[in-house]
């Protein structure tokens, strides 16, 4: 029983982690040597409807809690408010350091 307690707080944990349904992380593949069905889940999830802006596309409030989070070098760090693409935050990353 205690062992099934922990199976089920990990699945959850692990689903919130990856921030897919709980469904998913519970399924295991056919075989093991694949990749299974939950990288196509995470990767369907993670596709993000900002994919490709750029800076110019985020508002001056949103560029500024971007670069406070990553000028930050002491906790608790400052979050912008919204997901931001991986993109947006290298660009503007690389434009912080390029100034200092």
Known sequence: MRIEK???GWNADRARWLRV????????PSDFEEDGCLLEVIRSSRSHPNEGK???DM???????LEDCLDSTEKPYP????P???????KCAEELWEDA
């Open 84 to 90: 931001v693409t991986l993109t947006q935050a290298v």
């Open 6 to 8: 922990c199976r089920t």
């Open 21 to 28: 349904p709980e469904a998913e992380v519970t399924q295991e």
């Open 79 to 82: 979050q912008p408010k919204r």
């Open 59 to 65: 508002s001056e409030d949103e560029r500024e809690q």
């Open 54 to 56: 750029d800076l110019s």
